[in-house]
């Protein structure tokens, strides 16, 4: 945030500008670390120019970007570099012209005062809780190079499991698509010109109820395929739409976990994911309440929110994690079972990277398996769908023709 100062220099001459902070009372400090006075500040809350508006949307910040942000900024800390210095160089070198600003701003703030998980937090929806909460432990304990490393380190897992769900979905998802292209315009365009035979022969040839049913359907495509084909990006439109409202979003947090065979990879995506992620955190020192809470608010789904956000609360007034976790079907027993055996042992966090690990082979493996499988289930789906169009126009054809 920006702010319109008013202040006095140690000589008592008036200065007049603007300095960045989180909140008036740092910009006040920052003012005084720089021997300045100040008479009045006022924030000055400025909407994005057009300009920053497209490039926050095109030059999107991924998490490869993230990841490797954070690789050298953990090399350049171990080489006792300094922070603006390395957040410098790093910048350079970056290609992603929306994170080059990010990374100017945050150098701005380190070297006006601000710390750099402070830096970080005011860059909104750029980096997570988590992020900056193991960057403030690191800056708390003094080792600063350990927490970088442990979150370019967790980016890389994410961004490696993210991957793994999406390619086993992008392959059934791209060929069920174009097999309905093709069947749309086949249905559109080439059946009725097929069609045309049957359709001269008059009413003295009787063809069977599944062939007058395609007939109908091609007619009425040919007529009206423009009006079909408006309908259906429509509908995907606005599903779309409507999955990324908050309302929509939870619906299909919800329909996520319970889809047949991707339902299971997406519990096993979320379950690693806080396992990781909590691991993690109480490595680095972060409270389990706290630790919990954070670990709700990256995990990506709703459901699961809930249930790490009970388990905090479970434990606030005296009980334990492991019984939240036992008592929701959407953890598996031996989760639970591992959580309760790291509480009555102490080394939860040792426990956790254990659970972690175990579930990301699971999932890597199920990823792997489906992909080998779901190859000739879709191949059977296509074959019988193009056999049923063979068997429904080709043979009357045929039999007509045989008939003349």
């Known amino acids: ?213 395609i007939i109908s359907l091609s007619d009425f495509m040919a007529n ?19 999955v990324r409202t908050e309302d929509g979003k939870k619906e299909w947090d919800q329909v996520k976990i319970k889809l047949p065979i991707f339902g299971k990879m997406y519990q096993y995506l979320y379950i690693a994911r806080f396992s990781e992620n909590l691991a993690i955190l109480l490595a680095s020192g972060i409270p389990i309440i706290k630790a919990l809470n954070i670990v709700s608010s990256v995990v990506s789904n709703i459901v699961y929110e809930a249930i790490f956000l009970k388990a905090a609360e479970e434990i606030r007034i005296g009980g334990t994690m492991s019984s939240v976790l036992h008592r929701s079907p959407q953890i598996p027993p031996i989760v639970s079972q591992m959580v309760k055996i790291g509480e009555e042992s102490g080394q939860i966090d040792l426990v956790l990277t254990y659970v972690s690990r175990f579930y990301e082979q699971e999932l890597e493996n199920m990823t792997k398996n489906l992909t080998t499988l779901i190859e000739p289930i879709l191949m059977v789906i296509i074959g019988i769908a193009v056999a049923f169009l063979a068997f429904s126009i080709i043979m009357p054809i045929y039999n007509i023709a045989g008939q003349m």
């Open 1 to 213: 945030m920006k702010f319109i100062f008013k202040a006095r220099n140690k000589n008592g001459e008036l200065k007049e500008g603007t300095i960045n902070a989180t909140s008036s009372e740092i910009a006040i400090e920052l003012l005084q670390k720089n021997e300045l006075f100040p008479l009045s500040i006022n924030s000055e809350r400025n909407s994005d120019s057009i300009e920053e508006i497209f490039s926050k949307y095109f030059d999107r910040i991924d998490a490869k970007e993230l990841m490797i942000f954070f690789r050298q900024l953990a090399i350049l800390v171990e080489a006792k570099v300094p922070i603006v210095v390395a957040l410098s160089a790093i910048k350079e070198q970056m290609e992603n012209k929306y994170f080059q600003k990010v990374i100017a701003e945050i150098t701005s703030d380190v070297q006006d005062g601000l710390s750099l998980s402070d830096a970080m937090k005011k860059q909104e929806g750029i980096f997570s809780n988590l992020t900056i909460n193991i960057i403030r432990s690191g800056e708390t304990s003094g080792n600063l190079k350990k927490s970088v490393e442990y979150i370019a380190g967790n980016i890389e897992k994410n961004y490696n499991l993210v991957s793994k769900v999406k390619s086993a979905m992008t392959y059934p998802i791209i060929v069920m698509s174009v097999f309905f292209v093709i069947a749309f315009i086949v249905i559109s365009f080439v059946v009725p010109k097929l069609t045309t035979m049957i359709k001269e022969m008059g009413p003295e040839v009787v063809v069977p109820w599944y062939t007058q049913a």
């Open 224 to 242: 009206y395929w423009w009006a079909v084909g408006v309908i259906i990006l429509a509908l995907i439109g606005s599903t779309i739409y409507y």
